[in-house]
Protein backbone atom coordinates (compact mmCIF):
# COMPACT_ATOMS: atom_id res chain seq x y z
CA UNK A 1 0.00 0.00 0.00
CA UNK A 2 1.13 3.62 -0.93
CA UNK A 3 2.44 5.05 2.36
CA UNK A 4 2.30 9.03 0.69
CA UNK A 5 -0.50 11.10 0.74
CA UNK A 6 -1.54 12.55 -2.91
CA UNK A 7 -3.13 15.40 -3.31
CA UNK A 8 -5.32 14.19 -5.88
CA UNK A 9 -9.40 14.37 -6.27
CA UNK A 10 -9.68 11.25 -3.43
CA UNK A 11 -7.23 13.37 -1.16
CA UNK A 12 -9.19 16.50 -1.14
CA UNK A 13 -12.20 14.55 -0.60
CA UNK A 14 -10.73 12.59 2.52
CA UNK A 15 -9.99 16.27 4.26
CA UNK A 16 -13.25 17.68 3.43
CA UNK A 17 -14.80 14.55 4.64
CA UNK A 18 -12.78 14.70 8.37
CA UNK A 19 -13.71 18.60 8.38
CA UNK A 20 -17.19 17.75 8.09
CA UNK A 21 -17.29 14.61 10.55
CA UNK A 22 -16.05 16.76 12.99
CA UNK A 23 -18.64 19.48 12.34
CA UNK A 24 -21.36 16.53 12.46
CA UNK A 25 -19.81 14.88 15.51
CA UNK A 26 -20.19 18.20 17.29
CA UNK A 27 -23.78 18.96 16.38
CA UNK A 28 -25.47 15.66 16.12
CA UNK A 29 -22.73 12.45 15.69
CA UNK A 30 -22.17 9.87 12.79
CA UNK A 31 -19.47 11.44 11.68
CA UNK A 32 -17.46 8.33 10.51
CA UNK A 33 -20.38 7.74 8.23
CA UNK A 34 -18.01 10.00 5.92
CA UNK A 35 -14.66 10.04 7.12
CA UNK A 36 -14.59 6.09 7.16
CA UNK A 37 -15.64 5.62 3.77
CA UNK A 38 -13.50 8.21 2.40
CA UNK A 39 -10.28 6.34 3.83
CA UNK A 40 -11.61 2.78 2.31
CA UNK A 41 -11.94 5.53 -0.81
CA UNK A 42 -7.72 6.29 -1.43
CA UNK A 43 -7.00 2.60 -0.96
CA UNK A 44 -6.84 1.79 2.22
CA UNK A 45 -7.39 -1.72 3.90
CA UNK A 46 -10.79 -2.13 5.81
CA UNK A 47 -9.25 -2.46 9.52
CA UNK A 48 -6.56 0.57 8.98
CA UNK A 49 -9.03 2.55 7.95
CA UNK A 50 -11.02 2.10 10.67
CA UNK A 51 -8.32 2.16 13.18
CA UNK A 52 -7.17 5.56 11.49
CA UNK A 53 -10.35 6.87 11.97
CA UNK A 54 -11.11 5.68 15.46
CA UNK A 55 -7.33 7.60 16.52
CA UNK A 56 -8.27 10.94 14.25
CA UNK A 57 -11.43 12.00 15.76
CA UNK A 58 -11.02 10.70 19.52
CA UNK A 59 -9.39 13.94 20.42
CA UNK A 60 -12.25 15.56 19.68
CA UNK A 61 -14.62 13.49 21.93
CA UNK A 62 -11.78 13.95 24.40
CA UNK A 63 -12.43 17.42 24.92
CA UNK A 64 -16.44 17.33 25.16
CA UNK A 65 -16.20 15.91 28.41
CA UNK A 66 -15.45 19.56 29.96
CA UNK A 67 -18.65 20.36 29.41
CA UNK A 68 -20.08 17.38 31.39
CA UNK A 69 -18.40 17.97 34.61
CA UNK A 70 -20.63 19.15 37.14
CA UNK A 71 -23.89 16.43 35.83
CA UNK A 72 -20.23 13.50 36.24
CA UNK A 73 -20.92 15.01 40.02
CA UNK A 74 -24.24 13.11 40.23
CA UNK A 75 -23.31 9.70 39.78
CA UNK A 76 -19.90 9.69 41.19
CA UNK A 77 -20.18 6.05 42.65
CA UNK A 78 -20.89 4.97 38.95
CA UNK A 79 -17.85 6.96 37.12
CA UNK A 80 -15.11 4.23 38.52
CA UNK A 81 -16.90 0.76 37.30
CA UNK A 82 -18.11 2.40 34.29
CA UNK A 83 -14.67 3.30 33.22
CA UNK A 84 -13.38 0.30 33.98
CA UNK A 85 -16.22 -1.46 32.02
CA UNK A 86 -15.44 0.93 29.41
CA UNK A 87 -11.55 0.13 29.16
CA UNK A 88 -12.23 -3.72 29.28
CA UNK A 89 -14.42 -3.41 26.42
CA UNK A 90 -12.54 -1.06 24.49
CA UNK A 91 -9.82 -3.20 24.54
CA UNK A 92 -11.43 -6.64 24.09
CA UNK A 93 -12.95 -4.48 20.67
CA UNK A 94 -9.91 -2.90 19.40
CA UNK A 95 -8.69 -6.32 19.95
CA UNK A 96 -10.98 -8.21 18.29
CA UNK A 97 -11.08 -6.05 15.11
CA UNK A 98 -7.10 -6.48 14.44
CA UNK A 99 -7.30 -9.98 14.48
CA UNK A 100 -10.33 -10.26 12.21
CA UNK A 101 -9.54 -10.77 8.36
CA UNK A 102 -10.01 -7.78 6.15
CA UNK A 103 -12.22 -9.28 3.26
CA UNK A 104 -14.15 -10.77 6.56
CA UNK A 105 -14.25 -6.96 8.22
CA UNK A 106 -15.16 -5.68 4.58
CA UNK A 107 -17.91 -8.10 4.66
CA UNK A 108 -19.56 -6.33 7.42
CA UNK A 109 -18.96 -2.96 6.67
CA UNK A 110 -22.02 -2.27 5.17
CA UNK A 111 -24.11 -4.32 8.14
CA UNK A 112 -21.99 -2.74 10.86
CA UNK A 113 -23.02 1.24 8.63
CA UNK A 114 -26.76 -0.50 8.69
CA UNK A 115 -27.05 -1.05 12.23
CA UNK A 116 -25.09 2.50 12.97
CA UNK A 117 -27.73 3.97 10.84
CA UNK A 118 -30.98 2.56 12.71
CA UNK A 119 -29.49 3.03 16.39
CA UNK A 120 -29.36 6.97 15.00
CA UNK A 121 -32.86 6.77 14.00
CA UNK A 122 -34.01 5.12 16.80
CA UNK A 123 -31.95 7.57 19.31
CA UNK A 124 -34.86 10.70 18.89
CA UNK A 125 -37.57 9.04 20.48
CA UNK A 126 -35.45 7.69 23.59
CA UNK A 127 -33.74 10.79 23.75
CA UNK A 128 -37.61 12.37 23.81
CA UNK A 129 -38.95 9.89 26.33
CA UNK A 130 -35.96 10.22 28.52
CA UNK A 131 -36.20 13.72 28.20
CA UNK A 132 -40.10 13.84 29.37
CA UNK A 133 -39.26 11.24 32.01
CA UNK A 134 -36.78 13.24 33.60
CA UNK A 135 -38.57 16.09 33.96
CA UNK A 136 -38.76 16.64 37.89
CA UNK A 137 -37.22 13.30 38.61
CA UNK A 138 -34.30 13.89 39.93
CA UNK A 139 -34.32 14.09 43.64
CA UNK A 140 -35.84 10.41 43.60
CA UNK A 141 -33.68 8.50 41.53
CA UNK A 142 -32.76 5.29 42.57
CA UNK A 143 -29.23 3.79 42.33
CA UNK A 144 -28.56 1.18 39.41
CA UNK A 145 -27.77 -2.23 40.18
CA UNK A 146 -24.03 -1.90 39.77
CA UNK A 147 -23.56 -5.31 38.48
CA UNK A 148 -25.88 -5.96 35.22
CA UNK A 149 -25.06 -2.43 34.47
CA UNK A 150 -21.03 -2.85 34.67
CA UNK A 151 -21.74 -6.44 32.01
CA UNK A 152 -24.09 -4.63 29.87
CA UNK A 153 -21.03 -1.92 29.48
CA UNK A 154 -18.89 -3.68 28.55
CA UNK A 155 -20.64 -5.34 25.57
CA UNK A 156 -21.29 -2.03 24.40
CA UNK A 157 -18.31 -0.66 24.67
CA UNK A 158 -16.83 -4.06 22.86
CA UNK A 159 -18.85 -2.66 20.15
CA UNK A 160 -17.12 0.78 20.76
CA UNK A 161 -13.68 -0.61 20.14
CA UNK A 162 -14.62 -2.83 17.06
CA UNK A 163 -16.36 -0.37 15.38
CA UNK A 164 -18.54 2.03 17.51
CA UNK A 165 -20.74 4.37 15.51
CA UNK A 166 -24.53 4.80 16.97
CA UNK A 167 -23.06 3.88 19.87
CA UNK A 168 -24.19 6.66 21.79
CA UNK A 169 -27.15 5.44 21.55
CA UNK A 170 -27.04 1.87 23.12
CA UNK A 171 -25.08 3.47 26.38
CA UNK A 172 -27.94 5.72 26.32
CA UNK A 173 -30.45 3.17 26.80
CA UNK A 174 -28.29 0.77 28.66
CA UNK A 175 -28.08 3.61 31.46
CA UNK A 176 -31.75 4.53 30.87
CA UNK A 177 -32.99 0.67 31.42
CA UNK A 178 -30.86 0.63 34.28
CA UNK A 179 -32.70 3.51 36.09
CA UNK A 180 -30.93 6.71 35.53
CA UNK A 181 -33.24 8.90 34.13
CA UNK A 182 -31.89 12.61 34.17
CA UNK A 183 -30.94 13.30 30.51
CA UNK A 184 -27.93 15.22 31.10
CA UNK A 185 -26.59 12.99 33.80
CA UNK A 186 -27.07 10.42 30.84
CA UNK A 187 -25.02 12.06 28.49
CA UNK A 188 -22.35 12.96 31.12
CA UNK A 189 -22.21 9.36 31.42
CA UNK A 190 -22.27 8.32 27.60
CA UNK A 191 -19.33 11.07 26.83
CA UNK A 192 -16.97 9.43 29.22
CA UNK A 193 -17.62 6.10 28.25
CA UNK A 194 -17.31 6.06 24.71
CA UNK A 195 -14.29 8.33 24.90
CA UNK A 196 -12.65 5.95 27.17
CA UNK A 197 -13.48 3.04 25.44
CA UNK A 198 -12.87 4.99 22.24
CA UNK A 199 -9.35 5.96 23.96
CA UNK A 200 -8.26 2.78 24.89
CA UNK A 201 -9.32 1.49 21.66
CA UNK A 202 -6.86 4.18 20.33
CA UNK A 203 -3.89 2.95 22.25
CA UNK A 204 -4.45 -0.66 20.90
CA UNK A 205 -4.44 0.07 17.38
CA UNK A 206 -0.79 2.66 18.07
CA UNK A 207 1.18 0.18 19.98
CA UNK A 208 -0.25 -2.72 16.98
CA UNK A 209 0.62 -0.31 14.21
CA UNK A 210 -2.26 0.02 12.57
CA UNK A 211 -2.49 3.89 12.12
CA UNK A 212 -1.50 5.55 8.82
CA UNK A 213 -0.45 8.97 10.62
CA UNK A 214 0.25 10.84 7.09
CA UNK A 215 -3.93 10.43 6.98
CA UNK A 216 -4.23 10.71 10.51
CA UNK A 217 -2.71 13.84 11.48
CA UNK A 218 -4.21 15.43 8.70
CA UNK A 219 -7.52 14.43 9.66
CA UNK A 220 -7.18 14.90 12.90
CA UNK A 221 -6.75 19.06 12.13
CA UNK A 222 -9.55 19.24 9.73
CA UNK A 223 -11.56 17.52 12.32
CA UNK A 224 -10.77 19.17 14.79
CA UNK A 225 -11.26 22.74 12.51
CA UNK A 226 -15.26 21.05 11.48
CA UNK A 227 -15.66 20.67 15.32
CA UNK A 228 -14.74 24.13 16.25
CA UNK A 229 -17.53 25.60 13.71
CA UNK A 230 -19.88 22.78 14.03
CA UNK A 231 -20.12 23.65 18.04
CA UNK A 232 -20.26 27.35 17.37
CA UNK A 233 -22.70 26.89 14.59
CA UNK A 234 -24.96 23.72 16.26
CA UNK A 235 -27.61 26.03 18.32
CA UNK A 236 -28.39 28.00 15.41
CA UNK A 237 -29.34 24.13 13.33
CA UNK A 238 -32.77 22.20 13.77
CA UNK A 239 -31.10 19.05 16.13
CA UNK A 240 -33.73 17.09 14.68
CA UNK A 241 -32.89 17.82 11.01
CA UNK A 242 -29.43 17.23 11.27
CA UNK A 243 -29.66 13.70 13.04
CA UNK A 244 -31.53 13.07 9.93
CA UNK A 245 -29.09 13.91 7.73
CA UNK A 246 -26.75 11.92 9.58
CA UNK A 247 -29.50 8.83 9.40
CA UNK A 248 -30.10 9.15 5.46
CA UNK A 249 -26.03 9.92 5.11
CA UNK A 250 -25.52 6.34 6.95
CA UNK A 251 -27.97 4.18 5.03
CA UNK A 252 -26.74 6.03 1.85
CA UNK A 253 -23.30 4.45 2.85
CA UNK A 254 -25.06 1.22 3.94
CA UNK A 255 -26.68 0.86 0.41
CA UNK A 256 -23.29 1.90 -1.17
CA UNK A 257 -21.32 -0.73 0.21
CA UNK A 258 -24.16 -3.37 -0.27
CA UNK A 259 -23.91 -2.36 -4.36
CA UNK A 260 -20.48 -2.50 -4.34
CA UNK A 261 -20.04 -5.83 -2.80
CA UNK A 262 -23.00 -7.05 -5.09
Known sequence: MNMHFHWDGRGAWLLTASLIAGALNAMAGGGSFLSFP????????????????TVALWPGQFTSIAAYFEDLKHNLGLLLPLCIAAAI??????????????NTFLRLVPWLLLMAALLFALS???????????????????????????????????YIGYFGAG??????????????ENINQINALKVVTTTLANGVAVIVFIVEKQVLW???LLMMVTAAIG???????????????????????????AAYFFWRQG
Open 167 to 180: AGFLIISLLAIFGI
Open 214 to 216: QHC
Open 38 to 53: ALLNIGVLPIQANATN
Open 89 to 102: GGVAGGLVLLRTEQ
Open 124 to 158: TPISRWLQARSRGKTAEQSPPSHLPLFLGMIVVCF
Open 227 to 253: GYFGARFSRRLDARLMRWVVVCLGLGM
